[in-house]
């Protein structure tokens, strides 16, 4: 059996396990021990082996303490309420638009991702400030759970964002510049977005009626009170990419600063002090368990030479590069159906990377390509979120919303993803729109 072929069995009898809804952390686990021992020839030494340096050699990596650190970020701003701060500043700006409050619930998304860095909590969050807003101001229920289910996927867009870090861990590629890389891109996903909402409510105006005009004494003050949340993000990515922090010292630095804005708002208390570290904690051993299990598969992989294999049948087939890189977008979108965006980059850029770094893409330099893959590669797992049958965003904000029908959730979450689908070929086709703030402070 050649290598592609027992990587293919791998894959196989992994899907089977997701199926049956074993853990993703503990399904790669149990298929990568296995392939590790019916590679290494059926023998149980080299599995124990393997086992007792695995879990040392990959948690004392110093990189991933960057992780829990941006989860405290993202719970202090969660339980702190600078979330609600956010929102009413932006609504204070858009919210007498006419789609202006759907607008506004977008435009909070990208700013709590600024500090946040995680998509379900980003829509969680958001989704509790917004949602009651919009139901007051009458806005049609798949136009509002539509909204707020795609901006949450903003969370994981605009920098700083934990499956970047994965990336660059697996990748060896610099996290600051991912998180350069990242903010145009994300700030086009957010625009598109805000354009699906003006051309739904031009269509059709009941569905997001325009909001009282906020008058500009309360819109200065809005202005005020979020200027330090938005001074945070600026420390954070400024100092990685300035190179007078690193991104765990620059990580440090935001989450102690979200924790005393939380305090100072007077939205965390000493309950909420436990559910922070709680949920820190619980979302932290999560990630590391998932990245155990793709360790281990990944290990198994490299053993079977799957990923080797595979980039040079690639390279040698004489495939169009594009068609290749389209094929595994695809790829990426029917993952999408059965895992989560985390879950997804763990397993596929140990065998895509490979295959990507091999061909040529517009004569981009090893660098350039790299990174442009790595948001492109972002951008097409953040789709998976919200487009069926899985959708974990829209599951969450349907949920928020009890009295809107999941498939009117659903209806109102396909305009947003058709504007996912016009940034993707945007980003395919001009590798520039990632690179540009790269290269223009790149020293």
């Keep these: 059996m050649s290598g592609i072929e027992s990587g293919l069995v791998l894959f196989g009898v992994l899907m089977v396990l997701l199926v049956l809804r074993v853990p993703i952390g503990v399904a790669m686990f149990m298929v990568g021990a296995g392939g590790y021992f019916a590679f290494t020839g059926g023998q149980w030494t080299p599995l124990l082996n393997s086992l007792k340096n695995l879990a040392y050699a990959r948690l004392s990596n110093y990189d991933l303490i960057v992780i829990p ?17 956010l929102f009413r500043f932006v609504s204070a700006f858009m919210g007498h638009w006419r789609g202006g409050i759907a607008m506004a619930a977008v435009g909070a998304c990208a700013a709590f991702g600024a500090i946040c860095g995680s ?9 509790q400030v917004a949602l009651p807003e919009l139901e007051r101001a009458k806005y049609s229920g798949a136009l509002a759970t539509g909204a707020l289910a795609a901006g949450g996927t903003l969370g994981i ?13 697996l990748t060896q590629e610099s ?23 003006q051309i739904i409510v031009r269509w059709k105006p009941s569905t997001g009626p325009a909001g009282p005009r906020v ?39 935001g989450a102690a600063a979200c924790g005393v804005l939380a305090v100072a708002n007077g939205g965390l208390r000493w309950r909420g002090l436990w559910d922070v570290a709680l949920g820190t904690a619980q979302t932290t051993a999560m990630i590391f368990l998932v990245l155990l299990g793709a360790d281990q598969l990944n290990t198994a992989l ?54 990507v770094m091999g061909l040529d893409f517009w004569g981009l330099g090893a ?35 009890k009295n809107v029908p999941l498939s009117a959730t659903f209806k ?12 993707t070929a945007l980003l395919l086709f001009f590798p520039v729109l990632s690179l540009v703030l790269v290269r223009t402070f790149h020293t």
């Design 157 to 169: 867009m605009i920098p700083p964002s934990v499956p970047l870090v994965i990336y660059a861990i």
């Design 215 to 253: 008058a500009w004494p309360e819109r200065i003050k809005s202005l005020v009170v979020v200027l330090p949340v938005l001074a945070v993000f600026v420390v954070v990515i400024v100092g990685i990419y300035g190179g007078w922090a690193n991104p765990t010292e620059a990580a440090a630095i």
């Design 367 to 401: 660098t350039d390509k790299s990174i442009w893959f790595g948001i492109l590669a972002l951008m097409v797992v953040e789709i998976g979120l919200v487009h069926p049958p899985v959708g974990m965003n829209v599951y969450i904000i349907n949920r928020l919303a």
């Design 175 to 197: 996290i600051g510049k991912l998180f350069m890389a990242a903010i145009v891109p994300g700030l086009i996903a957010m625009v598109g977005y805000m354009i699906v909402i």
């Design 302 to 355: 490299a053993l079977s030479q799957m990923p080797t294999e595979l980039a040079a049948w690639v390279k040698g087939s004489g495939f169009p590069p594009l068609l290749v890189m389209l094929a595994i977008l695809l790829t990426y979108v029917l993952l999408g159906c059965v895992m989560d965006s985390l879950a997804m980059i763990l397993l596929t850029i140990p065998v895509f990377y490979p295959v």
């Design 412 to 423: 109102g979450v396909m305009p947003f993803l058709l504007s996912d689908f016009v940034r």
């Design 119 to 127: 998509s379900l909590a980003t829509a969680a969050t958001m989704g």
């Design 69 to 85: 650190l941006f989860l405290l970020m993202g719970q202090f701003a969660t339980h702190g309420g600078l979330s609600r701060s």
